[in-house]
């Protein structure tokens, strides 16, 4: 079955529990995300704390209309399988897509057709998926935009892409002393020896990985609109906070930890304004053909 959505001249080489395709040039971001999400122990702790609550539940849920029953679905960044773990259901064909192979060895493990690829550059026929899934992945990834192309080019007519997790530029843009603070956080989590990671070697490779979540980057419901819509999509973007679920379709941003009230309060922004939210969750669904290519 893995054979008939694959790109003409495609073959798949067979891993410890995963697939790999070829995968062309390299970055420091990449061997950084290949690296950290590869190493089966930290994956593991990243797959029991991160993405697994209700609130992240209830969201998914809602935006999806249900679980993965019956779909096929293309998960890009999937790392260990946090996604499906908690969404749940019985899909018709689950992809997972990373570099890392110590995560995709552990998604495989789950439920998931696992394959090393680059999320920018898949091997997968186009308009296969009921439902691309990219969470908390966009902002490890160099090129952004090419990957939301790319997870755009494998929707079905009528299809669903959704994105969660990324940073919003407006609220992750400190200033001052905020930004002092920032620029600090490794040397203060190693003070106050609280964080998630249990190492200063684990710490460094997992802010490595964070290519795109720092003061002046990120994403914005506008960088959505623009790369979406003229490929044929319906677009909505929801503000929210990580301790909200479905109502933040609702137009609520949910509470923000102290700390990040704080960041956007010395950056002289309102912290319960949606641009002050910490993530962007979007829900495109294909409405039109995909446009030919030049």
């Known amino acids: 079955m893995l054979n008939d959505i694959l790109l003409p001249d495609v073959v ?37 704390a991160c993405h697994r609550d209700a609130h992240f539940k209830s969201r998914w849920l809602a935006a999806a209309g249900g679980d993965w029953t019956g779909k096929v679905v293309v998960d890009l960044g999937c790392g260990p399988g946090n996604v499906f773990a908690t969404v749940g259901g019985k899909p018709r064909m689950l992809l997972g897509v990373d570099v890392a192979g110590g995560s995709l060895a552990l998604a495989s493990r789950i ?64 200033k001052g002393v905020a930004k002092l603070l920032w620029d600090a956080r490794l040397w203060i989590y190693r003070w106050i020896r609280h964080g998630f990671h249990k190492s200063d070697t684990q710490q460094t490779w997992g802010l490595r990985t964070e290519i795109h979540h720092k003061p ?6 506008e960088f959505f609109r623009a790369t979406l819509e003229p490929l044929g999509f319906e677009v909505d973007v929801h503000a929210h906070n990580h301790q909200i679920g479905a109502d933040a379709f609702k137009g609520e941003v949910g509470p923000a930890q102290w700390k990040y009230r704080l960041g956007n309060l010395l950056s002289g922004r309102d912290p319960k304004a949606p ?11 294909r409405t039109a053909p995909a446009p030919e290519l030049p």
């Open 275 to 285: 641009a002050s939210a910490l993530s962007l969750m979007c829900i495109a669904r």
């Open 216 to 221: 002046g980057d990120g994403v914005t419901p």
């Open 12 to 48: 798949l080489r067979q891993s410890e529990g995963y697939w790999e395709s070829d995968l062309h040039g390299n970055s420091e971001g990449r061997s950084a995300n290949a690296f950290y999400f590869g190493n089966r122990e930290w994956a593991q702790e990243y797959f029991d």
């Open 111 to 174: 439920g998931y057709t696992a394959v090393l690829a680059d999320a920018a550059q898949t091997p997968f026929r186009s308009g296969i998926a009921d439902i691309v899934a990219i969470n908390a992945s966009l902002h490890h990834c160099d090129d952004m935009a090419a990957v939301l192309r790319e997870g755009a080019r494998l929707v079905r007519p009528n299809g669903l892409l959704i994105t969660d997790h990324d940073p919003q530029l407006t609220a992750w843009d400190y």
